[in-house]
């Protein structure tokens, strides 16, 4: 029996993205495509991931709030802005900045 190596694709050939800040709060919501691809990102896209591939960007608590009629996740990241938009010497410290790091993830597919 030949064991096939998971498919991967990037986050934005999946789902798209919508993203807003209030203060230093970022809200990232992140919807799917196909009923298939959300069955795929909402298992693989955590809170935890999403703090261990950008430890320097999620430095406070992230919570993944689901809405799957939507086929969307919702994810609201504290202390995600530097301070806030009007706080921070970065200039892209908008929410919609983080929304395009999430889309350049990698998910891997089913079906190998």
């Known amino acids: 029996m030949t064991r096939h190596s998971p498919r991967t694709a990037k986050l ?3 789902a798209s993205a919508r993203a ?3 203060g230093d709060t970022a ?3 992140v919807i799917a495509d196909t009923r298939e691809a959300y069955a795929a990102i909402k298992a693989q896209l955590t809170p935890e991931r ?3 591939e950008f430890p320097d960007r ?3 608590p992230v919570r993944r709030y689901e809405l799957p009629a939507l086929l969307a996740l919702n994810f609201v990241a504290e202390r995600a802005l530097d301070g806030g938009v009007n706080a921070s010497l970065n200039l ?3 929410g919609k900045a983080l929304s395009y790091l999430l889309l350049g ?3 891997e597919l089913p079906g190998g």
Request: proline residues 0%.
């Open 27 to 29: 809200s990232i919501a």
């Open 105 to 107: 993830m990698e998910i």
């Open 50 to 52: 999403l703090r261990a």
């Open 58 to 60: 999620f430095r406070g």
């Open 12 to 14: 934005h050939d999946l």
């Open 92 to 94: 892209d410290a908008h």
């Open 20 to 22: 807003g800040d209030k």
